[in-house]
C-alpha cells in the first residue's frame, strides 16, 4: 500500500463547477499535511497547508479527518486557470521529510 | 523575488559525463531537499540536509552525491548520468514554524542525457 494515495483523475469539469480531490494516508503519526498545485514541466507550489478544523482560501476548502487518516480539497467555482495536477502531500510522522501522492489532475473546460 | 534559486534550469549531458547542479536560497532555511521527478510521477526524495546533517534515502543510487558548503547553498553531483536519470531535479528548502515544515521549491533543473 502506498503510503499517500489519491485518485489521478484525470478530472474535467466544465468552468463553474465544484471538484473534489481526496486523499489517504497510511502513517498514523503524520502531523502535517499540505495541498500542493504542480503546472506542467514547473515545480510544486505549496497551495495550503491543511489544519485539523479544516481551514479554507477563497474557493479553495481543505478538511482533515485523522481517524480516517483521509484529507480532501475542495475547489469551488471552477475557472480554466485552475487546471493542474494537485498534489497531496503529507510529512513522514514528525519529521521535515515529506510524501508526495502520484497527483490528481484537472482539466477545468470552457 | 525568487527565494529558491535552481541553475541551470536546463542541463544537456553526455553519458557518462559528470554534470552538478546547484541550488541556493534567500530563505535562510536549515533543511534542504533534493528531489527527482519523472514524466507523470510524483517527486522522489533523493537526499535532504538538516544543517548540516546529511540523510540519504535508502534507495538513492551511489552515482548521486550532494553537498551543502553553507545555509544558502546545495550542490547535486550525478557522478556518471546514465539515461535513465533525465528528468526534473527540484530543490526545496523548508524550517519547523509552529510546530509543521512547510517546503518551498526551486524552479527545477531539467537534465536531458544523451
Known amino acids: 500500500r502506498k503510503e499517500v494515495e489519491q485518485d489521478p483523475g484525470p478530472f474535467n469539469v466544465p468552468e463553474g463547477a465544484t471538484v473534489a480531490f481526496n486523499c489517504t494516508y497510511s502513517n498514523s503519526a503524520s502531523q502535517s499535511f499540505f495541498w500542493y498545485r504542480q503546472d506542467c514541466r514547473k515545480e510544486p507550489k505549496l497551495l495550503m497547508s491543511v489544519y485539523s478544523s479544516g481551514n479554507e482560501d477563497g474557493r479553495f476548502t481543505a478538511q482533515l479527518n485523522r481517524a480516517s487518516q483521509y484529507i480532501s480539497l475542495l475547489i469551488r467555482d471552477s475557472k480554466l486557470s485552475d487546471s493542474a495536477t494537485y498534489l497531496c502531500?503529507?510529512?513522514?510522522?514528525?519529521?521535515?521529510?515529506?510524501?508526495f501522492g502520484q497527483g490528481t489532475t484537472l482539466q477545468v473546460k470552457p | 523575488d525568487a527565494m529558491v534559486i535552481q541553475n541551470p534550469r536546463y542541463q544537456v549531458t553526455q553519458f557518462g559525463k559528470p554534470v552538478t547542479l546547484s541550488c541556493s536560497q534567500t530563505?535562510?532555511?536549515?533543511?534542504m531537499y533534493w528531489y527527482q521527478q519523472k514524466s507523470s510521477q510524483a517527486p522522489k526524495l533523493l537526499f535532504h540536509?538538516?544543517?548540516?546533517?546529511?540523510?540519504n534515502e535508502a534507495d538513492t543510487p551511489d552515482n548521486f552525491q550532494s553537498r551543502r558548503p553553507n545555509t544558502s547553498f546545495c550542490f547535486l553531483d550525478i557522478r556518471s548520468p546514465g539515461l535513465g536519470d533525465a528528468a526534473m531535479y527540484l530543490c526545496?528548502?523548508?524550517?519547523?514554524?509552529?510546530?509543521?515544515?512547510?517546503?518551498?521549491f526551486g524552479p527545477g533543473t531539467r537534465l536531458t542525457v544523451t
Open positions: 540536509y538538516y544543517d548540516k546533517d546529511f540523510n
Open positions: 526545496a528548502t523548508s524550517t519547523r514554524t509552529s510546530g509543521i515544515y512547510e517546503q518551498y
Open positions: 502531500v503529507v510529512n513522514q510522522g514528525n519529521t521535515g521529510k515529506l510524501i
Open positions: 530563505l535562510n532555511h536549515n533543511v
